[in-house]
């Protein structure tokens, strides 16, 4: 069973900058791809960003530029920094781990962005930017 430990979410200034971690624990596969997903209340969780394997990252629109995925497969760790924060970006943000074919497949960055390709997700950490 793989448990995901989120930390980092704070309150910030809009322009600010967080940096998210997901710390992984219990048996984890050879290879797997993970990602971080958003979800303000009443609405449905969304993709931020994903990451395979091999490190390649992958970002919704909404946070390219801005935001950076990175993973420590040595840890089992992932991370995801956040700068130049907007008051849209406050949701409760999620770690995922996915280990099902379409993480091998050489389409992972066309797929991260769906919920059902993930197996594990984490509690979640809050992050609130204010105006």
């Known amino acids: 069973e793989v448990q995901l430990v989120e930390s980092g979410g704070d309150s910030v200034q809009a322009g600010g900058s967080l940096r998210l971690s997901c710390a992984a624990f219990g048996y984890m596969p050879i290879s797997y791809c993970m990602g971080w997903f958003r979800q303000a209340p009443g609405k449905e969780r969304e993709g931020v960003a994903g990451?395979?394997?091999?490190?390649?990252?992958s970002y919704a629109d909404s946070v390219k530029g801005r935001f950076t995925i990175s993973r420590d497969n040595a840890k089992n760790s992932l991370d995801l920094q956040m700068d130049i924060l907007k008051s849209e970006d406050t949701d409760m943000y999620y770690c995922?781990?996915?280990?099902?074919?379409?993480?091998?497949?050489?389409?992972?960055?066309?797929?991260?962005?769906?919920?059902?390709?993930?197996?594990?997700w984490g509690q979640g950490t809050q992050v609130t930017v204010s105006s």
């Open positions: 990451i395979d394997s091999r490190g390649s990252p």
């Open positions: 995922a781990v996915a280990t099902g074919y379409d993480c091998y497949s050489g389409s992972w960055s066309h797929l991260w962005g769906g919920i059902h390709e993930y197996s594990y």
